[in-house]
């Protein structure tokens, strides 16, 4: 892991990273030092690890103690992206101008990044506990829409992950991989989503195998979660990685 740039401010340090070829950024209590809880954040589709989203959640949880980080997924942000994506991407959209079930289009794509978005999200997760001031400590991930996407098959594979805050998802592709998911669940739901119809989603939160999991139904669409959602996420960590 080589750092490339350092910042402070507010009581946050940020550092932008790179890990082989997967650039990303970590958040921590300034001056951090020992072992603390670690969130991953997942970001949206055509977002990036510093998107406006991103970006206030993790100052917000570092700010309360939790080191956080994100990392740019396959071809997005500052990762090269290839033909095949660019074909992937360009199918998907005329489908959903032609008026194809945006559900399954969608979990095409996430299949797609997944295998490599997991063994990304693996690596970045292993050096990150190296670090002195972040250690390997308990971890928990959040993501939304896409992140919800390639989340689930990561909380599935990977053993280290203790809680979960997913949601503006379908189930499509998804079934699989969410009935492996135990851990402690939050999962957000935007009642009038004109991206995911709202049974799809109810349906991925039912196939989750969680014995502990919440469901937060706010009217609003796709992109209008409200910001007191942030709030709840922190005390869901809180309670479960502290």
Same mark, same amino acid.
């Given at each position: 892991?080589?750092?490339?740039?350092?910042?402070?401010?507010?009581? =946050?340090?940020?550092?932008?990273?790179?890990?082989?070829?997967?650039?990303?950024?970590? %958040?921590?209590?300034?001056?951090?030092?020992?072992?603390?809880?670690?969130?991953?954040?997942?970001?949206?589709?055509?977002?990036?690890?510093?998107?406006?989203?991103?970006?206030? @959640?993790?100052?917000?949880?570092?700010?309360? *103690?939790?080191?956080?980080? /994100?990392?740019?997924?396959?071809?997005?942000?500052? @990762?090269?992206?290839?033909?095949?994506? *660019?074909?992937?991407?360009?199918?998907?959209?005329?489908?959903?101008? /032609?008026?194809?079930?945006?559900?399954? $289009?969608?979990?095409? +794509?996430?299949?797609?990044?997944?295998?490599?978005?997991?063994?990304? %999200?693996?690596?970045?997760?292993?050096?990150?506990?190296? $670090?002195?001031?972040?250690?390997?400590?308990?971890?928990?991930?959040?993501?939304?829409?896409?992140?919800? *996407?390639?989340?689930?098959? $990561?909380?599935?594979?990977?053993?280290?992950? @203790?809680?979960?805050?997913?949601?503006?998802?379908?189930?499509?592709? $998804?079934?699989?991989?969410?009935?492996?998911?135990? =851990?402690? =669940?939050?999962?957000?739901?935007? %009642?009038?989503?004109? +991206?995911?119809?709202?049974?799809?989603?109810?349906?991925?939160?039912?196939?989750?195998?969680?014995?502990?999991?919440?469901?937060?139904?706010?009217?609003?669409?796709? *992109?209008?979660?409200?910001?007191?959602?942030?709030?709840?996420?922190?005390?869901?960590?809180? @309670?479960?990685?502290?």
């Amino acid at each position: 892991m080589r750092f490339t740039s350092q910042t402070s401010s507010d009581g =946050v340090t940020e550092q932008f990273f790179t890990l082989d070829e997967i650039p990303g950024v970590l %958040w921590t209590p300034e001056a951090a030092r020992g072992t603390r809880p670690l969130i991953l954040l997942g970001h949206g589709g055509r977002q990036h690890k510093t998107a406006p989203n991103i970006l206030s @959640r993790a100052r917000r949880y570092a700010a309360k *103690g939790f080191a956080v980080v /994100a990392i740019d997924a396959p071809y997005h942000g500052d @990762r090269p992206q290839d033909e095949e994506f *660019g074909r992937c991407a360009a199918r998907m959209r005329a489908g959903m101008a /032609a008026g194809e079930n945006p559900g399954a $289009l969608v979990a095409g +794509m996430h299949s797609y990044l997944a295998g490599q978005a997991v063994a990304d %999200w693996r690596a970045v997760l292993t050096a990150v506990q190296r $670090l002195d001031h972040v250690g390997a400590g308990p971890v928990g991930y959040c993501g939304m829409s896409m992140g919800c *996407g390639l989340g689930i098959p $990561l909380i599935a594979a990977e053993p280290r992950i @203790r809680a979960a805050v997913l949601g503006l998802l379908g189930v499509h592709g $998804l079934a699989q991989d969410a009935a492996r998911v135990t =851990v402690p =669940v939050q999962f957000l739901v935007q %009642w009038d989503d004109h +991206m995911v119809p709202r049974e799809q989603s109810l349906a991925l939160f039912d196939a989750l195998a969680s014995t502990e999991k919440t469901l937060h139904a706010n009217p609003g669409k796709h *992109g209008e979660v409200p910001a007191f959602e942030v709030d709840s996420s922190l005390r869901f960590f809180t @309670r479960h990685l502290s």
